[in-house]
């Protein structure tokens, strides 16, 4: 095995059902990874409010490099609110998604958090 492929650890028994999943793209996936980043912005609508009335303070989150389910990184919800993006170019109100990160899955070539 390549020093580069790093597999995905087991999942921790204690680690609840993960909940909710967020595809990510690299740039923000890796400031997650790096601690930089500890919410995440998804448009207010009803698209995500159906997946995000689920959601309860503790439940797992796992947000994944693109669509797949090699690079992850897993948190823990801590809450919500609606509001502005601080990003440039993200109008309009958004869902904040408040989490802390619990573990940094597995990491291929190029995914490296």
């Not at 990160?101 to 490296?112: A, Q």
Request: hydrophobic fraction near 35%; glycine fraction near 12%; include cysteine.
């Amino acid at each position: 095995m390549k020093e580069q492929e790093k597999i995905a650890p087991g999942k921790p028994a204690e680690m609840k059902e993960v909940r909710l999943v967020l595809p990510l793209k690299r740039k923000w996936f890796l400031a997650i990874g790096r601690g930089e980043k500890t919410v995440e912005y998804r448009k207010f609508g009803y698209y995500w409010a159906v997946r995000l009335q689920r959601i309860n303070p503790g439940d797992i989150i796992e947000f994944r490099l693109g669509y797949s389910a090699v690079n992850t990184i897993h948190a823990k919800f801590v809450g919500m609110d609606v509001g502005s993006c601080p990003y440039e170019g993200f109008d309009g109100d958004y869902y904040r998604i408040k989490f802390e990160v619990i573990e940094k899955g597995g990491f291929r070539k190029g995914g490296e958090a």
